[in-house]
């Protein structure tokens, strides 16, 4: 007959221990396993790789009768009295006053009202701070202060070094603490070192084993680093693995048609262009003419500032494969960009034998499949749509080249539809946000990187303001002003309707506001992601035609938008915008011959927030805004600029491990040429692992 006792006994096997659930683990129970699986907590495994966010050093235990003056200390006691009071409109000062034997300390918050919240007479708790006398008696002012359960030993809790993990209601820092070590005593002997002991030799690694232990109860600061080291650099290495071999896939299997871009096909295509290339254009467009030459597809990344002249470059490279006799699909990210792309396209290409056609998802089911048949039937060269040219079908009599705009959602199910259709295409992928070279190493390691910083000649520059309520009267004066002049102007706001859950301006509202006040008299249409395609496409017209002066938009017109007669732009809410956001907006009013303004108006409640926009004014190079970002905000907006959609890191940061990612690279390219496909038996935990993280997203399903 079992007992209630039976069901914590721990399973023994390594696979079992790792799959024990949290509610069968000692000290936890199935109320406490509800709460952690909130955190995405199931198993003993998943709590044994819940990292730390930060460690915080306790003082050591002292007693209120031996304290010193600004001793470090931490001192247990009971709550005796706690005091709330205001000191002047606004202020106020919480009082703790807790009792050890026969002697006390005053703990003091300012400004912290609810902290009173924290406290109740009676109460253990656990005060760490600096301590100074006031006239007979020891206060703190801000320690940190953690209650105690009945359980709980101070001593233990004091003189080392604690981590600090993410919670959720219902749990405490030293009741998740208990969680993870009884994970770790249960499970740590458990995970299979996946690298062999020779190289944890070469590369001076902690054995995970050890690992494991030192990141959630570090011995000292030294050991801890070098545990957290090992975390890091694995999860780099990889990484960078499974791009490495994704680019071994790429050289050695797929087979791709050859166009090389002889003489007199350079000189054809040079000479559809009514200007001089940038340097940095004929740069780029040797690098893409020598992959596009070779029998394995071209994978590259082209990445250049707004306004850098990336469309020409892309035109090169369609003409290029269309003078093969070979089709090309150009996809956007959105369908009012796919059709700008089509226009931009048909004027370079109206008096030549390219057949271009734009495939729009608003297209009648006749008339699509009229397309659709013409494509098929390699009536048409270059075919131009959003992801929808992959999803509605089109067969390809031929194609060649696959030209990807901005972050597109591009992943293994679109490469494999096309595929199915003969062979590899070429792929150039373009984006307007600037990439860290250790950031794209990270991210985009597969793929060869081109890169457009100078700008073609005769582009003006934006002037960027950030003003403050008082300057907003004056700012929509310019503005009117610029009007009359024949200039054309974008409002951009954060929402189209009013949130409960954000006082931001909304297009809505907005447009309202200014037509019965600052911009009365003038011509106003509204461009949100709500609308019909046809709606877009009938508000976008009217503004290219001039028959809108003022465009109130959201972020929809953050990519590519080109109507160089608007210069002006007024950014509403701009705190809720990312640095790479406002620097794609930003770009919309600087593609004419007319000197670009814009203006942003902000409650940034925060220096981050304030740090940013600052920023943004002072430079309008991408590159420089990039790097700031990054230093900021971390790199996640570029995890969706990725076409294949790489999961998060978990304890590795692409921009504070800079020099980790370059050592990672380095030698997943060394142990790749060693071992392709990492195919040998010392290597087979690692193979493993990497498919398990990356295979289905990095296409590496025949890896080994």
């Known amino acids: 007959m079992s007992t209630a006792a039976d069901s914590t006994q721990q399973p023994r096997g390594k696979a079992e221990r790792l799959a024990t659930p949290l509610q069968f683990v000692k000290g936890v129970g199935p109320q406490r396993a509800a709460t952690l699986a909130r955190l995405e907590l199931h198993y003993a495994s998943d709590a044994l790789f819940f990292f730390p966010r930060g460690y915080e050093d306790t003082p050591e235990l002292a007693d209120v009768a031996r304290l010193e003056e600004d001793q470090l200390a931490s001192i247990h006691g009971v709550v005796e009295e706690v005091d709330m009071r205001n000191t002047a409109p606004g202020k106020s000062m919480l009082g703790v006053l807790v009792r050890q034997g026969e002697d006390y300390v005053r703990a003091l918050w300012f400004n912290q009202p609810y902290m009173v919240h924290r406290f109740a007479e009676g109460q253990r708790v656990l005060l760490s701070g600096k301590v100074r006398l006031r006239g007979m008696r020891w206060e703190m002012a801000h320690p940190r202060v953690q209650v105690l359960g009945d359980e709980d030993e101070p001593a233990a809790l004091t003189g080392e070094i604690l981590p600090v993990y993410p919670l959720t209601e219902g749990i405490s820092q030293p009741q998740m603490r208990k969680v993870i070590a009884s994970c770790v005593e249960l499970c740590r002997d458990a995970v299979d ?17 050890e690992a494991i232990g030192e990141v959630h109860a570090p011995t000292d600061r030294e050991r801890l680093e070098r545990a957290r080291y090992r975390f890091i650099y694995q999860e780099l290495l990889v990484l960078q693995l499974a791009l490495a071999l994704r680019r071994e896939r790429l050289v050695s299997s797929a087979v791709a048609p050859s166009l090389p871009a002889t003489a007199k096909i350079d000189a054809r295509i040079r000479r559809r ?64 960009l796919a059709r700008q792309h089509a226009e931009v396209f048909g004027k370079f290409l109206a008096a030549s034998h390219v057949r271009t056609e734009l495939l729009s998802g608003s297209q009648s089911g006749k008339a699509r499949d009229q397309l659709l048949e013409k494509i098929r039937a390699h009536e048409v060269d270059v075919v131009i749509g959003t992801h929808a040219i992959v999803e509605s079908g089109a067969e390809f009599a031929k194609l060649g080249l696959v030209v990807i705009d901005e972050q597109h959602k591009f992943g293994v199910r679109h490469r494999a539809r096309l595929r199915e259709q003969g062979g590899e295409p070429h792929y150039l992928v373009m984006t307007a ?131 160089p007669n608007a210069t002006l732009m007024t950014i509403e809410g701009a705190e809720r915008f990312g640095l790479a956001q406002l620097h794609q907006l930003r770009g919309r009013v600087s593609r004419g011959k007319q000197p670009g303004f814009c203006c942003l108006f902000s409650d940034a409640a925060t220096d981050e927030a304030r740090e940013r926009l600052e920023a943004f004014v002072g430079t309008t190079d991408g590159f420089e805004l990039a790097e700031i970002d990054f230093r900021l905000r971390g790199p996640g907006e570029l995890f969706g600029t990725r076409q294949h959609g790489i999961p998060p890191l978990r304890v590795a940061d692409l921009v504070r491990d800079a020099e980790v990612v370059c050592q990672a690279r380095s030698d997943a390219d060394q142990l790749v040429a060693a071992d392709p496909g990492l195919a040998s038996d010392p290597h087979e935990r690692l193979r493993r692992m990497l498919l398990k993280r990356y295979g289905a997203v990095l296409d590496l399903g025949d890896v080994g």
Do not use: C
């Open 193 to 209: 070192e996946v690298f062999p002991q020779a190289y944890l030799e070469q590369a001076d690694l902690m054995p995970i084993h």
């Open 273 to 336: 262009f009514p200007f001089e290339l940038t340097a940095g254009q004929a740069q780029v467009i040797e690098e893409i003419a020598a992959d596009m030459a070779l029998e394995r597809p071209m994978n590259r990344l082209l990445q250049g500032d707004v306004g850098s002249g990336k469309t020409v470059v892309a035109l090169y490279a369609t003409l290029l494969a269309v003078a093969h006799e070979q089709q090309v699909a150009i996809m956007a990210p959105t369908e009012v």
């Open 433 to 563: 946000t600037p990439i860290p070279r250790t950031i794209a190493m990270g991210l985009f390691g597969d793929m060869n990187i081109s890169t457009l910083r100078e700008s073609p000649p005769g582009r003006q520059p934006v002037h960027t303001y950030l003003a403050d309520e008082e300057k907003r009267a004056q700012w929509w004066d310019f503005l009117r002003r610029k009007l009359r002049e024949g200039r054309q102007a974008y409002v951009v706001t954060p929402l189209v309707e009013q949130s409960d859950n954000w006082q931001l301006a909304n297009l809505t509202e907005v447009h309202e506001t200014l037509s019965a006040g600052e911009l009365r008299g003038f011509q106003l249409d509204t461009l949100h992601g709500r609308m019909s395609s046809s709606e877009k496409d009938a508000a976008m017209a009217d503004f290219r035609a001039g028959r809108t002066q003022v465009l109130i938009s959201t972020t929809v017109i953050e990519v590519g938008v080109d109507v």
